[in-house]
T-cell receptor, first 115, second 113 residues
């Protein structure tokens, strides 16, 4: 398997624009996580899905952020409208939870810069 | 929910010496404690994990210890090498759901030549 695939790798946009980040999880994994990484706040969990259903979105900062998982092989994180403080690296991760382990495999991340 | 504190935020050690990173967690019901390593510009990757029914686990030069009573767990790296330079994140499973983990803020480890 190619691992978790994220696109784009880099995104530069202007304040007020819509941004869509994409993620393809590892085949067979039933969990998908979206994280945001900044120097100040570290790795923050934004939302996660189990079998395509959102389980916990308590980390989503505000209504400008939304996430979907229409099928087992694709998820999007959308920011509309974007603001400079949204600048960060956004990681997607997937896992197959066995009850004993929950090893999360991360994608390469999307570095977002909002000007 | 779970809260994970990690110390120190930055650590510099001479090559060949040992490094220790410490974490505390808030919820006594947490039972899974993974550690992730993130090299510069790369993605986080799991390096070792421990469950609450085990007090210590070792894998070559790295080991993790867990003190459930004190709600502390630590990462120990012995005989450090340049390739150990990275950011290390501890994590603990959330009180309500084992499938959710909460990360500490990370420790940037520098191995000095």
């Amino acid at each position: 398997d190619a691992g978790v695939i994220q696109s784009p790798r880099h995104e530069v946009t202007e304040m007020g624009q819509e941004v869509t980040l994409r993620c393809k999880p590892i085949s067979g994994h039933d969990y998908l996580f979206w994280y945001r990484q900044t120097m100040m706040r570290g790795l923050e969990l934004l939302i996660y899905f189990n079998n395509n259903v959102p389980i916990d979105d308590s980390g989503m900062p505000e209504d400008r952020f939304s996430a979907k998982m229409p099928n087992a092989s694709f998820s999007t994180l959308k920011i509309q409208p974007s603001e400079p403080r949204d600048s960060a690296v956004y990681f997607c991760a997937s896992s197959r939870f066995t009850g004993a382990k929950n090893i999360q495999y991360f994608g390469a991340g999307t570095r977002l810069s909002v000007l | 929910g779970e809260n994970v504190e990690q110390h120190p935020s930055t650590l510099s050690v001479q090559e060949g010496d040992s490094a220790v990173i410490k974490c505390t967690y808030s919820d006594s019901a947490s039972n899974y404690f993974p550690w992730y390593k993130q090299e510069l510009g790369k993605r986080p990757q799991l390096i070792i994990d421990i469950r609450s029914n085990v007090g210590e686990k070792k894998d070559q030069r790295i080991a993790v210890t867990l003190n459930k009573t004190a709600k502390h767990f630590s990462l120990h790296i012995t005989e450090t090498q340049p390739e150990d330079s990275a950011v290390y994140f501890c994590a603990a499973s959330d009180m309500n759901r084992d499938d959710k983990i909460i990360f500490g803020k990370g420790t940037r480890l520098h191995i000095l030549p």
